[in-house]
C-alpha cells in the first residue's frame, strides 16, 4: 500500500473550516483513500473514503485532485469536539489498513 | 456505523501472568478482524489480521506465542497476552471490516488499556 505523508499538527480556529491535506504520490489506480481520527484514548472513527470523485457526508468532505497523488479533507464548521489525530490511510480492497503518524488537529475557541 | 465492542476496556496484571481481550461484532459478521498496539502518543501500529477459522497473520515482529489471537466466530475474536511482562503494556485495540468488497471500512473497538506490574 502506497505511503501517505500529513503535517504533523495544524490549528483550526472554532467554527471556521479545516482543511487537512493528505500527499500519497505512489498511490496506485485500485487504492482507495481513507480517513479516521482518534480523540485521546479511544478507538479511531471511521470519518470518509473515496477513489477518485470527491465525497461526502454527515461528516466531512474528501477532495482527492485529478492525479490522485493528493487529497484534503474538510471539516466543515469546526468545533471543539473535532480535536483529534486525523490519519490519512491509502489501501487496496481486501489489504490491511496501516496507520501512519496523523495530524494532530486542535480546534482553538 | 457498525458497532464493536471490545473488553475490559482496561486491565492490571502482574508480571507473568496471561490477559484475555475480547473483540465482538454486534451487528454484523467479520470474516477479518485486526489487533493494533499503541503506545502514548504514537501511532496505531497493526499486530496481527484475524481471520475466522483459520490461523491469525502476525505483522513481522510480533510473536505469535506470547500474543495469541483466536477467531473461532464470524463475531468474535480474542488477544491473549501470554506472559505478560511491564514492557507489553500498551494501549490495544481491536477492529472488524464491514462491509466486504470495495466499499470497506474498518470500525475499531474501544481499546483495552493494558498495564503490567
Known amino acids: 500500500d502506497a505511503k501517505t505523508t500529513q503535517p504533523t499538527s495544524m490549528d483550526c480556529a472554532e467554527g471556521r473550516a479545516a482543511n487537512l491535506p493528505c500527499n500519497h504520490s505512489?498511490?496506485?489506480?485500485?487504492?482507495?483513500v481513507y480517513w479516521y481520527r482518534q480523540i485521546h484514548s479511544q478507538g479511531p472513527q471511521y470519518i470518509i473514503h473515496?477513489?477518485?470523485n470527491n465525497e461526502t457526508n454527515e461528516m466531512a468532505s474528501l477532495i482527492i485532485t485529478e492525479d490522485r497523488k493528493s487529497s484534503t479533507l474538510i471539516l466543515p464548521h469546526a468545533t471543539l469536539r473535532d480535536t483529534a489525530v486525523y490519519y490519512c490511510?491509502?489501501?487496496?480492497?481486501?489489504?490491511?489498513?496501516?496507520f501512519g503518524t496523523g495530524t494532530s488537529l486542535t480546534v482553538i475557541p | 456505523g457498525a458497532v464493536v465492542s471490545q473488553h475490559p476496556s482496561w486491565v492490571i496484571c502482574k508480571s507473568g501472568t496471561s490477559v484475555k481481550i475480547e473483540c465482538r461484532s454486534l451487528?454484523?459478521?467479520?470474516?477479518?478482524m485486526f489487533w493494533y498496539r499503541q503506545f502514548p502518543k504514537q501511532s496505531l501500529m497493526l499486530m496481527a489480521t484475524?481471520?475466522?477459522?483459520?490461523?491469525?497473520?502476525?505483522e513481522q515482529g510480533v510473536e505469535k506465542d506470547k500474543f495469541l489471537i483466536n477467531h473461532a466466530s464470524l463475531t468474535l475474536s480474542t488477544l491473549t497476552v501470554t506472559s505478560a511482562h511491564p514492557e507489553d503494556s500498551s494501549f490495544y485495540i481491536c477492529?472488524?471490516?464491514?462491509?466486504?468488497?470495495?466499499?470497506?471500512?474498518?470500525?475499531f473497538g474501544s481499546g483495552t488499556q493494558l498495564s503490567v506490574l
Open positions: 490511510i491509502v489501501r487496496l480492497t481486501g489489504n490491511q489498513f496501516y
Open positions: 451487528d454484523f459478521q467479520a470474516t477479518t
Open positions: 473515496g477513489l477518485k
Open positions: 484475524s481471520n475466522e477459522g483459520s490461523k491469525a497473520t502476525y
Open positions: 477492529s472488524a471490516i464491514s462491509p466486504a468488497g470495495t466499499n470497506e471500512k474498518l470500525f
Open positions: 505512489t498511490i496506485s489506480g485500485n487504492e482507495y
